[in-house]
T-cell receptor, first 113, second 112 residues
Framework: DGGITQSPKYLFRKEGQNVTLSCEQN?????MYWYRQDPGQGLRLIYY???????QQGDIAEGYRVSREKKESFPLTVTSAQKNPTAFYLC????????????FGPGTRLTVT | GDSVTQMEGPVTLSEEAFLTINCTYT??????LFWYVQYPGEGLQLLLK?????DKGSNKGFEATYRKETTSFHLEKGSVQVSDSAVYFC???????????FGAGTRLAVHP
């Protein structure tokens, strides 16, 4: 079954701790993306990667880290430097076809108290 | 920079009513255009797309036509169902690095 998995669905952390969100795909897509969604808001791009071992900052990268050591995986670390980490985090992938549509995972809801 | 404007929600309709959700965008050139739908607590699902001017995307009774003259991509459905209740996002593709541009989305609530 092809798709994108994000785990866990819900994550709770104390302030001051780093936390890593998982994103795995078996769609053989080259590009992967991390978005943040706040209540009643659209999505904002955190980081993206077009190819293994390469990634670029999106619009709100401060306080976040990523790695892309394998094509299938693009984990996101929310560090203690992120001032407002509580949000819904969405991972997406895209192939390199003609329209570059993105496919989204089910998301991880992170709550930091 | 590139941007998208959607009509503010919530849009509240009775079952079987006609739906229009307006979307206009500003972008360089003629980007591919997408509509995504998000059900509560879930990720986004691709609803339909159009890749060039005058293309009509369609899926599950929803339609949208790429109008380059008015830079619009309005979403329509002839007869909505309660199960269509969700948040809908219009998203043009920014050419620089295949980045989707999202607005705040439009919440649709359909009542029986």
């Amino acid at each position: 079954d092809g798709g994108i998995t994000q785990s866990p669905k819900y994550l709770f952390r104390k302030e001051g701790q780093n936390v890593t969100l998982s994103c795995e795909q078996n769609l053989n897509h080259d590009a992967m993306y991390w978005y943040r969604q706040d209540p009643g808001q659209g999505l904002r791009l955190i980081y993206y990667s077009q190819i293994v071992n390469d990634f670029q900052q999106g619009d709100i990268a401060e306080g976040y880290r990523v790695s892309r050591e394998k094509k299938e995986s693009f984990p996101l670390t929310v560090t203690s430097a992120q001032k407002n980490p509580t949000a819904f985090y969405l991972c997406a992938t895209a192939g390199t076809g003609t329209s570059y549509e993105q496919y989204f995972g089910p998301g991880t809801r992170l709550t930091v108290t | 920079g590139d941007s998208v404007t959607q009509m503010e929600g919530p849009v509240t309709l009775s079952e079987e009513a006609f739906l229009t959700i307006n979307c206009t965008y500003t972008a360089t050139g003629y980007p591919s255009l997408f509509w995504y739908v998000q059900y509560p607590g879930e990720g986004l699902q691709l609803l339909l797309k159009a890749t060039k001017a005058d293309d009509k995307g369609s899926n599950k009774g929803f339609e949208a036509t790429y109008r380059k003259e008015t830079t619009s991509f309005h979403l329509e459905k002839g007869s909505v169902q309660v199960s269509d209740s969700a948040v809908y996002f219009c998203a043009p593709l920014s050419g620089g690095y295949n980045k989707l541009i999202f607005g705040a989305g439009t919440r649709l609530a359909v009542h029986p």
